[in-house]
């Protein structure tokens, strides 16, 4: 089990105060790994910070605006000051705006992609050159098994996190010389804030349920696995893929 102890590494997890993020970085934490929370909301930032640390997890949180450059320059300089490098990059916040094609604004088509798409190869372009240093690294992206199906609600979702997918197949062949490996998560249905609607509406929800071959929602914090094993040496000959955690969704 020495492949998978992370003692020693940092790790950067964006939108790590909730959701699948949170279930991400606890789980990193009890790894071994020390964690710096990036997110918008400083409160639920320090929250998680302490919920990690109250297991006994190192936790640092920083305020950062995943669409903005500075604050990504300035997350992974903390990140670097507090705990003296950047190992492991989860690339997880996202957000979700809804319309059909048709009506769908560029405002709204923008803001998702911005966000979801965009902030995923800066945050990675920024923290390559600390990684080349350090002479490895590992970058976990965070798609959705909307990377694999279309929508006819969320296009923009859907488009964002098809990019992903093939943004995570480009940055792996581009760094894999300089020991930095590059992999995609795509959860299934999970029970976030996001998913809330989508549970809240019965016949949808069971819908997905009866689709799903677990006959269930996952929990965030079944995401975590897939994250230890991406950010371990135990995935070290392991570049350019994408794990879904789905109970069986995608493939039923």
């Given at each position: 089990?020495?492949?998978?102890?992370?003692?020693?590494?940092?790790?950067?997890?964006?939108?790590g105060n909730g959701g699948i993020g949170l279930?991400?970085?606890?789980?990193?934490?009890?790894?071994?790994?020390?964690?710096?929370?990036?997110?918008?909301?400083?409160?639920k930032n320090h929250a998680a910070s302490k919920q990690i640390e109250g297991h006994g997890g190192q936790c640092r949180s920083v305020k950062c605006n995943v669409d903005n450059l500075d604050d990504i320059d300035a997350?992974?300089?903390e990140t670097t000051d507090a705990f003296g490098g950047l190992q492991i990059l989860v690339n997880n916040a996202g957000i979700a705006a809804g319309e059909s094609p048709e009506n769908m604004t560029d405002a709204i088509w923008d803001s998702v992609i911005d966000t979801n798409l965009r902030s995923v190869f800066r945050f990675s372009r920024q923290a390559f050159e600390t990684m080349k240093k350090a002479g490895f690294?590992?970058?976990?992206?965070i798609g959705s098994m909307y990377s694999l199906f279309g929508s006819a609600q969320v296009p923009n979702y859907s488009a964002s996190k098809g990019g992903v997918v093939q943004l995570t197949k480009s940055l792996a062949v581009a760094w894999a010389p300089h020991r930095i490996e590059v992999n995609c998560i795509l959860p299934g249905w999970i029970t976030t804030d996001m998913t809330r609607p989508v549970i809240d509406n019965q016949s949808f929800h069971q819908q997905i349920v009866q689709r799903t071959p677990a006959g269930r929602f996952g929990e965030p914090e079944e995401c975590g696995g897939a994250a230890v094993f991406f950010a371990s040496s135990a995935s070290d000959f392991v570049t350019g893929q994408s794990l879904a955690v789905c109970g069986g969704f995608s493939v039923a």
């Open positions: 089990m020495a492949t998978f102890d992370l003692t020693g590494r940092t790790a950067l997890v964006t939108g279930g991400i970085a606890t789980a990193l934490a009890a790894a071994g790994a020390n964690v710096v929370i990036a997110g918008r909301d400083e409160e997350a992974i300089a690294g590992k970058i976990i992206n």
